[in-house]
């Protein structure tokens, strides 16, 4: 075995300062790249206001009719200008032009707090692309730079207070000079600089300072290169802009407008994330604090926000503590979802129990640990109940009945556990009922305030009473820090029915339908999810549309959500001024509605800005195809976030799909479909369907011949 020398501290103090240093100069880039995108907003926003709102600015104090003839008839005009070039107005003294230009920036300051920057994957310009370069770079240093760079600051300012101290023990000559005081100082120095260099030997700073400075000086990234990053987790990227561009959303609205006693015992809760792989948005690691401190809680964000990301770092957080055993309970249609989300975005040891062998799965949680995923049936047939530091609801409201089965297997277990959050995306403001019913299982104390003028006051005079127990942001509360895009795969399983569909499709050679087999049945995974993504965008009042291949699986989806919710079904025989009409009744639908549509017909040349949320229901054997359809709601026009939610099966023709199209380069087809010649031919950055299909029947026969039958 090869002995490490220990690293001195002289040295150890110069790699800590590169890694401060270095990583300052790349967070410097990226506040450098989005300044001048930030202006042209902030200047594109003063362009839209009179003049006349200097007057309110300085209440009055202001006279600006000489401006005004002087051809500066909006602030944008002014806030651009110089105190000497409005002086050359006549009639505007030195006074009256520097007040002018201090109001006009006291607006455009105001403005530029309400500012978020987009960045547009499909037209990217200079200034976008110097943002994703300069963001890039950091992104790709890994999750754990940011732990890495408060490490090296905190060796970095220690050793800048102990070597000094320490100085008088390099000699003896200099003890002697240095009194009994400096002796004693110096000793307790060289003490404590041995036991931080130790120390960082021991959590491998040594190594993580140099591979820090190593990733923070790599050559930029191409811009092709950076896009497709982008592309690939755009979430992360607006994550870390939001973290380091110092414009945070109104800090109420993001923390739910919860009273100041609450809100300060969240805001001191220090959360550790030392086991998480993501870092979270402010609203986001609000939220996770949330369900920490109070406990016992709801968390009723809006679709899209990310609750399960906010429960996982609170498991994460606990982990981090000493604690072995959590617990999620949720649908089936979202088990696989969790259990690669727990995977994919921290450390933690996911467990699913769930099917045939869920006994055993669960004999091996309780013995080892980590984060049992179960479903509510799964759950009833739990025998012993085992203590957990916190058990996670998702879509409580299947636990709102309190007479009900699911209901009382999951008080048993809430019974038993150190935390529980209840997890939902439906507004809690319009089902008095079924709150109450849920707050009575987590804090019945707070059940009083349920009732009276408080329901009838407005939705935030409703959070703020409820607030010990309930926590609910919008999208409008947090725009600034949301992506314009966010794609989520939904991994689900085979039913019966659906997978005895499949393996009949897959014996017979049959591709397509082995593609739709996940629709055999109208109480399918997939469906279900379907049905679930439709009910949370129905709650929120916000616009749905739906794309498959096949008209068929359009056919079954259709009648699961029923004529009521569907406001029309495009199909390749609808005709071009049908499609238009279909759209514009969509559109003028006022809240929820939702359109299905065959990919190939309603996904190139529709406008669908009204939708925020996109499902396409399989994989499609293009990828132009999928990024097409939903470029079609997520264009310039679209006010909301887009939510793309990509319905997938685990061990099938799905997973093969994304397999083989992952063996094309990612980097040659995003720079083809950015090339004139992929517009004029985009079959050249796609596989063919021959191909394609029999490579994946050949593999799936194999598989099953050897005995892995489909989930189900």
């Known amino acids: 075995m090869v002995s490490v020398e220990p690293i001195e501290p002289e040295a150890l103090g110069e790699l800590a300062r590169g890694v401060v240093a270095d990583h300052a100069a790349a967070v410097g880039r990226v506040r450098e790249a989005v300044r001048p995108l ?13 003049v006349e709102r200097l007057r309110e600015v300085t209440e009055g104090r202001l006279r600006v009719a000489a401006l005004e003839e002087g051809g500066y008839r909006t602030v944008g005009s002014v806030w651009a200008a110089t105190v000497g070039e409005l002086q050359l107005v006549p009639g505007v003294g030195r006074q009256t032009a520097g007040q002018a230009l201090a109001a006009a920036r006291r607006i455009g300051r105001a403005v530029e707090r309400t500012v978020s920057v987009w960045l547009d994957v499909e037209e990217p310009s200079p200034a976008t692309t110097a943002v994703v370069i300069a963001l890039h770079r950091l992104l790709a240093a890994g999750p754990g730079l940011r732990r890495t760079v408060e490490a090296a600051r905190g060796v970095e300012e220690r050793l800048a207070e102990l070597l000094p101290a ?13 009194g009994r005081e400096g002796r004693a100082r110096a000793r307790a120095a060289v003490a404590a600089i041995e036991e931080l260099t130790a120390d960082a030997e021991r959590r491998g700073l040594t190594g993580a300072f140099r591979q820090a400075a190593v990733d923070l000086l790599r050559d930029p990234a191409t811009d092709v290169e950076a896009w497709v990053d982008f592309e690939l987790r755009s979430a992360d990227y607006y994550s870390l802009l939001a973290e380091l561009d110092g414009q945070p959303p109104d800090s109420d609205a993001a923390q739910g407008f919860v009273p100041a006693e609450i809100g300060d015992r969240v ?38 926000l990310g609750k399960t990301v906010q429960a996982v770092a609170a498991l994460a957080h ?4 000493g604690e072995s055993h959590f617990l999620v309970v949720c649908p089936a249609s979202v088990l696989i979802n969790w259990t690669r989300e727990i ?33 509510f049936d799964a759950l009833r047939g739990t025998e012993s109940v085992v203590p957990t530091a916190m058990l996670v609801v998702d879509e409580a409201h299947y636990v709102k009945n309190p007479d009900a089965l699911r209901s009382r297997a999951v008080g048993r277990w809430a019974a038993r556990a150190g935390r529980v959050a209840y997890l939902t995306g439906t507004p809690m403001e319009n089902r008095v009922a079924e709150f109450r019913s849920l707050v009575r299982q987590l804090q019945p104390e707070v059940l009083p305030r349920v009732a009276g003028r408080e329901l009838v006051a407005g939705s935030r005079a409703f959070r703020q009473a409820v607030a010990p127990v309930y926590l609910r942001r919008n999208q409008e509360d947090v725009l600034a820090e949301l992506p314009a895009l966010v794609r989520v795969d939904e991994w689900e399983e085979f039913g019966p029915q659906d997978g005895a569909a499949y393996r009949e499709a897959v014996e017979s050679g049959n591709f397509m339908a082995m593609r739709r087999a996940a629709y055999a049945s109208p109480e399918s995974m997939k469906v279900r999810r379907i049905r679930e993504l439709v009910a949370e965008a129905a709650d929120a009042g916000t616009k749905v549309v739906v794309f498959s291949y096949f008209r068929a699986v359009l056919e079954t989806v259709g009648a699961a959500l029923g004529t009521d919710r569907v ?12 499609r238009q009409q279909l759209v514009d009744a969509f559109t003028a639908v006022r809240g929820h509605a939702v359109l299905l549509s065959q990919i190939q017909a309603g996904g190139v040349g529709l406008n669908l800005q009204a939708a925020s949320v996109v499902i396409l229901c399989e ?13 079609r709601a997520h264009r ?30 990612a980097l040659f087809d995003a720079y083809a479909r950015r090339s004139e010649v992929a517009a004029a031919t985009p079959d050249a950055v796609d596989v063919s369907q021959g191909e394609l299909a029999r490579r994946i029947v050949e593999e799936e026969r194999l598989r099953l011949s050897a005995g892995a039958l489909p989930s189900g």
């Not at 699913?352 to 179960?374: K, L, Q, S």
């Not at 310039?636 to 083989?660: K, T």
């Open 166 to 178: 320490a100085r008088p023990a390099r000699g003896r000559l200099r003890m002697l000079l240095a």
């Open 619 to 631: 994989p499609q054997i293009k990828p132009t195809m999928e990024h097409q359809a939903v470029a």
């Open 343 to 375: 995977r994919a975005r921290s450390t933690l040891r996911a467990v699913p129990v769930h099917g045939p062998e869920r006994a055993a799965e669960f004999a091996r949680w309780e013995a080892d640990g980590g984060v049992a995923v179960t479903t």
């Open 318 to 321: 606990l982990a981090a503590r």
């Open 267 to 304: 805001r001191a809760f220090e959360l550790d994330d030392s086991q998480l792989r993501v870092s979270l948005r402010g609203y986001q690691s609000f939220g996770a604090r949330f369900l920490l401190a109070q406990r016992r809680v709801l968390l009723g964000d809006e679709m899209g």
């Open 636 to 665: 310039m026009g679209q006010v909301r976030s887009v939510r793309v939610h990509r319905l997938l099966v685990a061990d099938s023709v799905d997973q093969r799909m994304l397999e083989v199209l992952a063996g094309k380069s």
């Open 567 to 578: 406001t029309g079904v495009i199909s390749g025989t609808t005709s071009v001024a049908g």
């Open 38 to 50: 930030r202006e042209d907003v902030v200047a594109e926003r003063l362009g839209t206001m009179a």
